[in-house]
């Protein structure tokens, strides 16, 4: 650009926002220092740039609407349970709710259940006495078997 000739209202903006070479950003700054029109062009420019900023930071942005529903159901959508966490989940209640059943059904029948089912070993001594008196009593082949009754534990009936 030479200093014959007017700069261009694009390259007086260019020069505001210092998007000029070096060398044509002084020349231009030269220029509008000389120039009363194109400093007037500077000035407007300026206080154009300087509205639009004002006007940019004073503006309530606002989301557009449903914008924030949108986000929220694809955020949903990305956390969604892998198939085995949802059956897991759906058979919690019919699973933890019998067991807690049993449990507790479980708890108040023990103490009469329990003393039922345990059976202490007893030896019933004198029916096996008779048992062995009566095998003894009869020997087998013999026409008169008479033994007598003998128990080990008698030290003075023992059998010789």
């Given at each position: 650009?030479?200093?014959?000739?007017?700069?261009?209202?694009?390259?007086?903006?260019?020069?505001q926002h210092r998007a000029l070479e070096p060398g044509a950003d002084?020349?231009?700054?030269?220029?509008?220092?000389?120039?009363?029109?194109c400093a007037a062009i500077h000035d407007?420019?300026?206080r154009l740039t300087e509205l639009v900023r004002v006007h940019a930071l004073s503006e309530r942005l606002e989301l557009p609407l449903g914008f924030a529903a949108a986000t929220?159901?694809?955020?949903?959508?990305?956390e969604r349970p892998r198939f085995v966490?949802?059956?897991?989940?759906w058979w919690r209640p019919a699973v933890a709710v019998p067991a807690a059943a049993?449990?507790?059904?479980?708890?108040f029948l023990a103490p009469v259940l329990l003393p039922r089912l345990h059976h202490p070993s007893q030896i019933n001594a004198l029916h096996d006495l008779r048992d062995h008196a009566?095998?003894?009593?009869?020997?087998?082949?013999?026409?008169?078997?008479q033994a007598p009754i003998v128990?080990?534990?008698?030290?003075g009936n023992a059998a010789p």
């Amino acid at each position: 650009m030479t200093t014959d000739r007017h700069p261009t209202r694009e390259e007086i903006v260019d020069f505001q926002h210092r998007a000029l070479e070096p060398g044509a950003d002084a020349v231009l700054l030269a220029h509008i220092e000389i120039c009363v029109p194109c400093a007037a062009i500077h000035d407007e420019e300026a206080r154009l740039t300087e509205l639009v900023r004002v006007h940019a930071l004073s503006e309530r942005l606002e989301l557009p609407l449903g914008f924030a529903a949108a986000t929220l159901a694809r955020a949903r959508e990305r956390e969604r349970p892998r198939f085995v966490e949802r059956f897991l989940a759906w058979w919690r209640p019919a699973v933890a709710v019998p067991a807690a059943a049993f449990l507790v059904l479980a708890a108040f029948l023990a103490p009469v259940l329990l003393p039922r089912l345990h059976h202490p070993s007893q030896i019933n001594a004198l029916h096996d006495l008779r048992d062995h008196a009566a095998l003894m009593a009869t020997v087998p082949f013999e026409d008169s078997s008479q033994a007598p009754i003998v128990l080990a534990s008698d030290s003075g009936n023992a059998a010789p």
